[in-house]
């Protein structure tokens, strides 16, 4: 499968754990080919076809007119990032465990390390976010 040029990770910018991993993502994608909004944005989440409370609940990452969720987006988004199918090839075999890994990492999101959320340190691409 042909890896997309580019894609829109879609994540919750009112949380502190979420946009420290957003900055490791960044780090790594070093050509910028992955757009990252909060999903506080205005229209961010109907972007993906969801819902803002879905994207709450699940990372989404949308190339090609696909969208994928949870631990799926991560390594979608990766491969994207470094133009390598490893990510996914990864997640094919690993999917199971990712997404129970995933499950807790986003249950627990808010007692993991993080740094000032997204929509407070640039809270006009929130929109008519409140961050807490």
């Not at 080919?33 to 990452?61: D, I």
């Not at 986003?106 to 640039?122: E, K, N, V």
Request: aromatic share 8%; hydrophobic share 40%; glycine share 10%.
């Amino acid at each position: 499968m042909a890896i997309p040029e580019s894609g829109l990770l879609v994540f919750d910018g009112e949380c502190g754990f979420c946009t420290r991993a957003l900055g490791w993502f960044r780090l790594l994608d070093r050509e910028a080919r992955v757009t990252s909004l909060p999903l506080q944005g205005p229209g961010v989440p109907e972007r993906v076809g969801a819902t803002p409370e879905r994207c709450k609940e699940v990372l989404h990452f949308t190339a090609d007119g696909r969208v994928t969720t949870g631990a799926a987006a991560i390594n979608a988004a990766l491969s994207v990032a470094l133009r390598r199918d490893l990510p996914q090839t990864v997640y094919a075999r690993t999917a199971g465990v990712q997404e129970r890994v995933y499950t807790w990492v986003a249950a627990h999101r808010g007692r993991l390390p993080g740094m000032t959320p997204w929509c407070t340190r640039y809270p006009d691409s929130c929109g008519a976010c409140t961050a807490a």
